[in-house]
């Protein structure tokens, strides 16, 4: 049974930082391409930054540029994305997913980040 389970959200000031893990299982981690998604009220689910299945590419939103690092750990099983700088319009719902060759798709449950002083 495949399962995605971010951890790390939580409640953070603006300008701070936090990192989401989300670890994963029921399926062969290293073929994946990763992905973090979020979603904040009332808007469309939009991603975050990518990362190949090897690690060996990135991609990033334009607003997450220099802020964001997504880093994976095939060993573990595990996709991080570190937040720095954080913003309040940054408070969303993150989600992990999990892609192979655009044709299997996996998502995590969410984590809750929320950037407020």
């Known amino acids: 049974q495949v399962h995605l389970v971010e951890s790390g959200g939580g409640l953070v000031q603006p300008g701070g930082s936090l990192r989401l893990s989300c670890a994963a299982s029921?399926?062969?981690?290293?073929?994946?391409?990763m992905s973090w998604y979020r979603q904040a009220p009332g808007k469309e689910r939009e991603l975050v930054a990518a990362?190949?299945?090897?690690?060996?590419?990135?991609n990033y939103a334009d607003s997450m540029k220099g802020r964001f690092t997504i880093s994976r750990d095939n060993a573990k099983n595990t996709v991080y994305l570190q937040m720095n700088s954080l913003k309040p319009e940054d408070t969303a719902v993150y989600y992990c997913?999990?892609?192979?060759?655009?044709?299997?798709?996996?998502w995590g449950q969410g984590t809750q980040v929320t950037v407020s002083s």
């Open positions: 990362i190949t299945s090897v690690g060996g590419s990135t």
């Open positions: 029921g399926f062969t981690f290293s073929k994946y391409a």
């Open positions: 997913n999990a892609q192979y060759q655009a044709v299997i798709n996996y």
